[in-house]
């Protein structure tokens, strides 16, 4: 509960309209796109600059009020569910693209901004974004920076990081820093950008980011492989890599997505495959075109029984859009989806696909598989009902298993999603006891009465979980 | 203020009616944010979306929170422009969810004394019995053509109503007199060729304030070679009860309508109207509870299509259809774009008029703000919405906005009164444009064909002369 004078506080720096209490706004934003997990905050606050976001944090840091930055809610590891209430800071209102540099080929930029937005007004100028975390319709890209986003392009491009250069940061005692710059070289320092991004508002508020742009690749192509069995797709992937190919997408489905991602979008994907690869190549055309050739032959060595080059843009574009609704579509089969990104090095996905269907006949549950199968990061979903106790708990047994298996095979237990609330149980299994040990000396440094985002990435002291499990 | 008594009320209703696999359906992934109109206009607030909405609806049946002003508000403040579904991976029905909850809050919920008079005089009394919308549209029709209108005008008396019912009576079109509204025929015989025989659904308001339409519409149907029968037994199609909480009204306008058209004996139910048409596929989830009624709604809802659907498969886009050259733009209808899914149709026939400009306006398939009853029960974000949509229309420099509901008609016809541009662009229905466009378009072919003969002619006496 916020103290009268706390609520006066934060009411007078970001205006009374601009501060909410009622049950309505309290409930709308005690989640996130989390299954499971849900906690009402005290109040919800939206500031309009980073002076205001400064002074909201003093009086939070005063009062002991926790602090959860929150864009659009449509993380998956329960990152910006209030957990242990206090305010839900939102950035509606700040929400402008600052600056577009054409000469140093970067965009200055709000943290309420959508990704699409700035993909947008990049491609306008004919330069290139490359971020696409499946949200990105509605992600705000300080939510990116804070989860360190992936998306369908990881493996030739990279991730959020990667096109950070600079953050204006507001720290857990109200002061405000400035990292990096427009700048391919700085090495004065320790290197806070990266710190910051991906730490889940756990070490302080992102209030503005300089992205980096690249030129716009000049062409692109698309094209599906089918197979008759999951195996062979995944060791396409290897063999694809094997050969020093590096597609701009290599995205792995299993027939039951293939067939919920169908039913939703309904531009005649194949539904009689066991498995498809979804492959994008893009860059210079000549070497589009010779890239394209070759995964084609892999493809076909390795028991693809079809394979298809999109025709059009527009065909090419259906496709990776309703790739990008697999996980929501997935949900029509079972009322709750669970999923989990585990990841592996790319070399290890055949062996972590039969895993995982080994896993999920042991624990007897349904187990749909689709991912980033080209940088090794794959989406187990679940597909399981939360009112059936039973099944829950052997599908969080499962989910164990999985996590122990990625780890065993030189991977992590979340490669985009983030830890969360979510995985703070299993961080240890890829960080260690010192590695956490070592975050926790950070996050005491930077937020030594742990207002920011409590209850994620790793508890402070061992406490009890605060989880509405309805 | 919300009472003790009627919140616990509101709280059981929303157990017993809300579909709750339905609201589990929900992943929240947020897919559906940028798609909802309310959202965007409060500066993307959660408690008006459509996540938000299921959370409250969820947060009610689970009994964490109670019906709040703000709950209702949320709820109340949803245009039902179903846009959210179309882009939902998990296929969630938001309009259902929509319309269990507000059953649920307007039957327990305390209104004030003249809210329930106006809500009983228009649910109860009026809309259900089509010779009394007869009888109040003969009253306009009066008071439209006998200098009444004038005079009130000149007295300013019009200026005692709310701001959008003031201009909203300036849009209304002219209405036909009662007796053309009684000696409405009842069978249509197809010009020229006959194809198939369908039914036509003429719908309450469409049928007296906007006969204009519903004649262009059959006249069309007739063109395109089809037999028309318009049952005599019809009414309103129930939709303005079902989104405002009136169910069981809704359910008894649903079987008088499904068993007038069951006599009818066709393969097709015309409509003309996005939002009637919308709530009449939806006949079978209405009538679900009624296992004697499942199979026959279901049969009924079959046969529901949209003119501009008809005139496809007619290949009326073949015909030489011919408007005077103009900037063309059209305004989906919510209901017909995200329940019928019907959007292609209506924007290929408009590109096949000769003289048409199409250029399509930005977030065409964004809802107006009409919604129903919406513009005068929540105006203030409806005209918030109408100035989004307006600055659009300017952008395309369209001088004819087409529209395919008549909610969408008016609200367009209002923006455009708002915005003072009524000598520079106009606002009408598709089926009305069709027309002109084919009545022009036979004309100039006539022209043409007269000509040649006359060429001819002349060609042959010429030869024989010589």
């Given at each position: 509960m916020l103290t009268e004078k706390a609520r006066d506080q934060l009411a007078s720096i970001a205006g009374q309209e601009n501060m909410k209490t009622d049950t309505a706004s309290l409930l709308a934003y005690s989640y996130d796109s989390t299954s499971q997990y849900q906690a009402m905050p005290d109040a919800v606050v939206s500031p309009a600059t980073t002076n205001e976001v400064a002074s909201i944090v003093q009086v939070c840091n005063n009062e002991n009020i926790p602090i959860v930055p929150r864009g659009s809610g449509t993380n998956l590891c329960a990152g910006t569910t209030p957990l242990e209430g206090g305010i839900v800071l939102l950035f509606n209102r700040m929400d402008q693209i600052i600056e577009v540099d054409e000469e140093n080929l970067t965009i200055r930029t709000q943290p309420g901004v959508f990704t699409k937005d700035i993909n947008k007004v990049a491609e306008e100028v004919g330069l290139f974004y490359p971020p696409d975390p499946g949200s990105m319709h509605i992600s705000q890209i300080g939510g990116n920076i804070s989860e360190n986003s992936g998306g369908l392009r990881g493996l030739k491009y990279g991730v959020t990081r990667d096109y950070i250069l600079?953050?204006?940061?507001?720290?857990?005692?109200?002061?405000?820093?400035?990292?990096?710059?427009?700048?391919?070289?700085?090495?004065?320092?320790?290197?806070?950008?990266?710190?910051?991004?991906?730490?889940?508002?756990?070490?302080?508020?992102?209030?503005?980011?300089?992205?980096?742009?690249?030129?716009?690749?000049?062409?692109?192509?698309?094209?599906?492989?089918?197979?008759?069995?999951?195996?062979?797709?995944?060791?396409?992937?290897?063999?694809i890599i094997a050969n020093r190919i590096i597609p701009a997408t290599l995205e792995f489905l299993d027939q039951a997505t293939v067939r919920v991602v169908e039913d939703f979008a309904q531009i005649g994907l194949p539904t009689d495959a066991q498995a498809v690869l979804l492959i994008e190549q893009d860059g210079a055309s000549e070497v589009v075109a010779r890239d394209m050739e070759r995964i084609a032959v892999l493809c076909k060595e390795n028991n693809a029984f079809k394979v298809t080059v999109a025709e059009s843009k527009q065909q090419a574009d259906a496709l990776t859009s309703a790739r990008r609704t697999a996980l929501s579509a997935l949900s029509r089969l079972k009322p709750t989806t669970i999923l989990e990104d585990a990841t592996v090095p790319r070399s290890e996905i055949a062996k972590m696909v039969r895993a995982i269907n080994d896993i999920a006949v042991k624990y007897e549950v349904s187990i749909c598989t689709f991912g980033h199968a080209g940088d090794g990061n794959l989406h187990p979903t679940c597909l399981t009902d939360i009112r059936n106790k039973d099944e829950i708990t052997r599908v969080e047994k499962a989910f164990e298993e999985i996590f122990h298996k990625a780890v065993e095979l030189g991977g992590t237990i979340t490669g985009e999603h983030g830890v969360g609330a979510m995985k703070l149980p299993h961080l240890h299994l890829k960080a260690g006891e010192a590695g956490i040990e070592a975050m926790r000396s950070i996050k005491a440094a930077l937020d030594p009465n742990g207002i920011m985002n409590p209850g994620k990435v790793f508890t402070q002291a061992e406490r009890n979980r605060v989880v509405v499990n309805k | 203020m919300t009472g003790k008594k009627e919140k616990e009320n509101i709280q059981s209703a929303m157990k017993e009616r809300i579909d709750y696999d339905e609201l589990l359906n929900c992943t929240r992934c947020g897919f559906c944010l940028p798609s909802c109109p309310t959202y965007i206009e409060t500066g993307k607030n959660e408690v008006h979306s459509p996540r938000g909405r299921i959370a409250l609806m969820k947060g009610l049946v689970d009994g964490e929170i109670e019906p709040s002003e703000e709950v209702k508000q949320s709820i109340n403040m949803c245009l039902g422009c179903r846009a959210c579904e179309p882009v939902c991976p998990s296929g969630v029905r938001f309009g259902h969810l929509l319309e269990q909850a507000r059953d649920a809050l307007h039957q327990h919920e305390k209104k004030s004394v003249p809210k329930k008079t106006i809500r009983n005089l228009v649910f109860n009394q009026l809309f259900p019995h089509q010779n009394r919308m007869i009888r109040l549209t003969g009253l306009l029709g009066f008071y439209q053509r006998s200098g009444l209108r004038n005079t009130a005008k000149r007295l300013g008396i019009m200026k005692l109503l709310p701001d959008t019912l003031e201009m909203m009576e300036k849009v209304l079109p002219s209405v036909?007199?009662?007796?053309?509204?009684?000696?409405?025929?009842?069978?249509?015989?197809?010009?020229?060729?006959?194809?198939?025989?369908?039914?036509?659904?003429?719908?309450?308001?469409?049928?007296?304030?906007?006969?204009?339409?519903?004649?262009?519409?059959?006249?069309?149907?007739?063109?395109?070679?089809?037999?028309?029968?318009?049952?005599?037994?019809?009414?309103?199609?129930?939709?303005?009860?079902?989104?405002?909480?009136?169910?069981?009204?809704?359910?008894?306008?649903?079987?008088?309508?499904?068993?007038?058209?069951?006599?009818?004996?066709?393969?097709?139910?015309?409509?003309?109207?996005?939002?009637?048409?919308?709530?009449?596929?939806?006949?079978?989830?209405?009538?679900?509870?009624?296992?004697?009624?499942?199979?026959?709604?279901?049969?009924?809802?079959?046969?529901?299509?949209?003119?501009?659907?008809?005139?496809?498969?007619?290949?009326?886009?073949?015909?030489?259809?011919?408007?005077?050259?103009?900037?063309?733009?059209?305004?989906?209808?919510?209901?017909?774009?995200?329940?019928?899914?019907?959007?292609?149709?209506?924007?290929?026939?408009?590109?096949?008029?000769?003289?048409?400009?199409?250029?399509?306006?930005?977030?065409?398939?964004?809802?107006?703000?009409?919604?129903?009853?919406?513009?005068?029960?929540?105006?203030?974000?409806?005209?918030?919405?109408?100035?989004?949509?307006?600055?659009?229309?300017?952008?395309?420099?369209?001088?004819t906005v087409v529209t395919a509901n008549p909610g969408c008609l008016l609200q367009m016809k209002l923006g455009i009164e708002r915005e003072g541009l009524f000598d520079q662009v106009e606002a009408v229905h598709i089926a009305d444009f069709l027309l002109e466009a084919y009545e022009n378009g036979q004309k100039h072919a006539e022209d043409n064909e007269r000509n040649s003969t006359e060429e001819f002619h002349v060609g042959k006496t010429g030869k024989i002369t010589h």
């Open positions: 600079g953050l204006e940061i507001v720290l857990p005692n109200g002061k405000i820093i400035r990292t990096g710059g427009k700048l391919a070289k700085d090495v004065a320092g320790y290197d806070l950008t990266r710190l910051y991004v991906g730490s889940e508002g756990t070490l302080g508020i992102v209030t503005e980011a300089t992205l980096k742009l690249i030129p716009q690749p000049e062409t692109k192509k698309t094209m599906l492989a089918l197979y008759r069995d999951l195996e062979s797709a995944a060791e396409t992937v290897s063999a | 036909p007199t009662k007796r053309e509204m009684q000696q409405r025929p009842r069978h249509l015989l197809p010009i020229n060729r006959s194809t198939k025989k369908v039914a036509f659904f003429a719908g309450c308001l469409m049928d007296t304030v906007f006969r204009q339409t519903n004649e262009a519409t059959t006249k069309l149907l007739q063109y395109a070679g089809c037999e028309i029968v318009i049952p005599e037994t019809q009414g309103c199609c129930g939709a303005l009860h079902g989104h405002s909480g009136e169910v069981n009204n809704a359910k008894e306008m649903a079987k008088r309508n499904i068993e007038a058209f069951e006599a009818a004996d066709v393969d097709y139910i015309i409509t003309n109207a996005g939002g009637c048409g919308a709530f009449l596929v939806d006949y079978g989830h209405l009538l679900r509870g009624e296992p004697e009624w499942q199979e026959r709604a279901k049969a009924f809802s079959r046969k529901i299509k949209d003119v501009t659907s008809v005139l496809m498969d007619a290949g009326f886009d073949q015909l030489p259809l011919q408007v005077k050259e103009r900037v063309v733009t059209y305004q989906d209808s919510c209901h017909l774009r995200n329940v019928q899914r019907i959007f292609m149709e209506p924007r290929k026939l408009l590109q096949s008029i000769e003289g048409v400009r199409y250029v399509e306006m930005k977030d065409a398939g964004r809802c107006c703000g009409s919604a129903g009853i919406y513009n005068i029960t929540e105006s203030e974000m409806s005209m918030q919405i109408l100035d989004y949509k307006m600055k659009q229309t300017k952008q395309t420099r369209a001088k």
